[in-house]
């Protein structure tokens, strides 16, 4: 076989080692937040609390109920806006439209100016710059995603 028909396992390899690359960084980060200590939550970004107020009268439209603040670390933003993130790869087209490659790198970027950790968003703004959105297919965002999430992790 000449060039012009390169070994049809040659691919499959490939796709092959950068999944265990990937599993293996997934196996490396578990390991590490096993002996990490849980996330305080002695200094939260943001309390999430219930606009709802049930004393108040029934005047308008809503019932506001005031509920007991949840305190949101930056280690709890992170992993559910991960967990956000890799859901959206896990389920991103094999072959994406014009739109779904625009929305995704919008979407990023958007991230970058508002995700509520003023320090994160910076950063993850220079991360940006550094390795801009790869979103031509299933597996090219998947792998952009897993590689930018270890340059985060990594700072
Ligand atoms: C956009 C963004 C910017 C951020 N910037 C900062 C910052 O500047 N400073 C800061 O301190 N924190 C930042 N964070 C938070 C940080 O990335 C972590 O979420 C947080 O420190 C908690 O880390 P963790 O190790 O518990 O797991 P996380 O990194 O939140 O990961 C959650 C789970 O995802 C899995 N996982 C890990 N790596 C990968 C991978 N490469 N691919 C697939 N799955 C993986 C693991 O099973 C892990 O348990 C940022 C988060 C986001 C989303």
Same mark, same amino acid.
């Given at each position: ?10 691919? &499959? #390899? ?17 390991? $590490?937040?096993? +002996? %990490?200590?849980?996330? *305080? ?8 609390? @219930? @606009? ?10 809503? #019932? &506001? ?13 992170? %992993?559910? *806006? /991960? *967990?956000?993130? +890799? ?9 994406? *439209?014009? $739109? ?12 970058? %100016?508002?995700?509520?950790? $003023?320090?994160?968003?910076?950063? #993850? ?12 297919? +299933?597996?090219?965002?998947?792998? /952009? ?9 990594? %700072?």
């Amino acid at each position: 076989m000449g060039s012009e028909n390169p070994n049809p396992f040659q691919a &499959l #390899f490939q796709t092959v080692e950068r999944f265990s690359n990937c599993v293996q960084t997934h196996l490396a980060n578990f390991t $590490q937040q096993a +002996h %990490r200590s849980l996330p *305080t939550k002695k200094n939260p970004l943001i309390s999430i609390s @219930s @606009s709802i107020n049930a004393d108040s009268p029934a005047t308008n439209t809503h #019932f &506001l109920v005031k509920k007991p603040a949840a305190p949101v670390t930056k280690e709890e933003l992170g %992993r559910a *806006t /991960w *967990t956000f993130l +890799h859901t959206l790869a896990a389920q991103y087209p094999e072959n994406p *439209t014009r $739109q779904q490659k625009k929305d995704v790198k919008e979407l990023m970027s958007i991230l970058s %100016r508002m995700y509520p950790c $003023q320090e994160c968003a910076d950063h #993850f703004k220079e991360v940006l710059r550094a390795n801009p959105v790869m979103a031509g297919s +299933h597996d090219e965002f998947s792998q /952009w995603l897993c590689h930018v999430h270890n340059v985060v992790n990594r %700072r």
